[in-house]
């Protein structure tokens, strides 16, 4: 501790002496040429010194044995030696400091914990469409390759979310906003899902104008509508029902609905939907939930600004409606764009 004191008072000490022998020199030019004088103000000059450091290092003797022992754990740090100005702030900083600490390790270990348990979940639901289309392999007869492609297809659907789940932590690396036709990306959707809605007997209906445009991620607004259209369809159980899907543009503003005639959503779950691996009644009765599915889709709107919404009444379906936001003004801002390239 005394070697650390000495060292952070090395420069004060070297500058008293300077000092001192600055007054000294002085007193010899200006003619006071008497060495009992002389010797009398160094003594002086070097006790004064020494009791100020001697009483400095007592002050901050707590202090130094503080930061100089070894800490058992985190809340060391947090122990308030300092007295003097310097030190109590010094103290509150390091408070500070530490709450920013606890906030990024809990929320490191929440992203890891998020996706450990998702991928848990995911491995644990992937074994399913393997064992089935192992278990038709084994079968003598012909191959049903209708039930096969299902299975696949549910398996390309599992490993899409748990890829955009883990694309989620480096959103704004991966994130490219353009200006996008909302009939061709539904359109889109539909077409790659139709075998699903084949299969379940439930039909889509799009009233979407071919004019209207949005400003957004295309490759996740794709993902996000896929989840709504398969969720929509995975969730009504009888047949020959449909899946509306509409949109609305008008001034600066786009609205996407998509209204299904399914089961539809409690009302004790409808305000934890869109919570981390909240499955709720309706995904243990159909036991493929993973409960990530509008969690996604609400982070992915979140950060791209768009503003989800989610409505239903239990028998009487479900909506869910994507408001995009600021569309004109982000026209005229890539209007100003491609005039100042030109």
Aim: net charge negative; aromatic share 10%.
């Amino acid at each position: 501790m005394l070697r650390l004191f000495l060292k952070e008072h090395a420069a004060f000490i070297v500058f008293q002496l300077l000092l001192v022998s600055f007054i000294m020199l002085l007193y010899w030019l200006d003619g006071f040429r008497n060495l009992d004088t002389a010797i009398y103000s160094f003594v002086i000059s070097t006790l004064l010194v020494v009791t100020f450091l001697a009483a400095r290092f007592i002050k901050r003797y707590r202090y130094y044995q503080k930061i100089t022992a070894k800490p058992a754990n985190m809340e060391h740090m947090l122990q308030r030696e300092g007295r003097s100005p310097e030190q109590i702030q010094n103290d509150l900083y390091l408070h500070e400091l530490y709450k920013l600490y606890q906030y990024e390790v809990q929320a490191l270990y929440a992203t890891q914990n998020r996706h450990l348990q998702f991928m848990n979940q995911w491995v644990h639901q992937m074994k399913t469409p393997l064992s089935v289309m192992q278990l038709l392999l084994q079968e003598e007869k012909e191959l049903d390759k209708a039930s096969v492609r299902e299975e696949v297809e549910r398996l390309k659907a599992g490993l899409d979310t748990v890829l955009m789940n883990a694309r989620l932590d480096t959103f704004e690396q991966d994130m490219q906003i353009e200006k996008v036709s909302l009939r061709s990306m539904v359109t889109e959707m539909v077409t790659e899902n139709k075998r699903l809605f084949i299969s379940k007997r439930v039909y889509p209906q799009i009233d979407v104008d071919e004019k209207c445009s949005v400003f957004t991620d295309q490759k996740w607004m794709k993902f996000i509508i896929g989840q709504f259209l398969t969720n929509a369809v995975k969730y009504t159980f009888e047949p020959n029902k449909k899946v509306y899907i509409s949109a609305v543009c008008e001034d600066d503003q786009a609205l996407l609905t998509i209204r299904d005639e399914g089961i539809g959503i409690p009302s004790s779950d409808l305000g934890r939907v869109t919570k981390a691996f909240f499955t709720g009644e309706n995904g243990r009765k159909t036991g493929e939930s993973t409960g990530m599915g509008l969690y996604l889709a609400n982070e992915v709107c979140g950060k791209l600004g768009h503003k989800l919404e989610i409505a239903s009444e239990k028998g009487h379906g479900t909506t869910v409606s994507v408001m995009f936001y600021n569309q004109e003004a982000e026209t005229q801002e890539e209007n100003n764009d491609v005039s100042e390239n030109r």
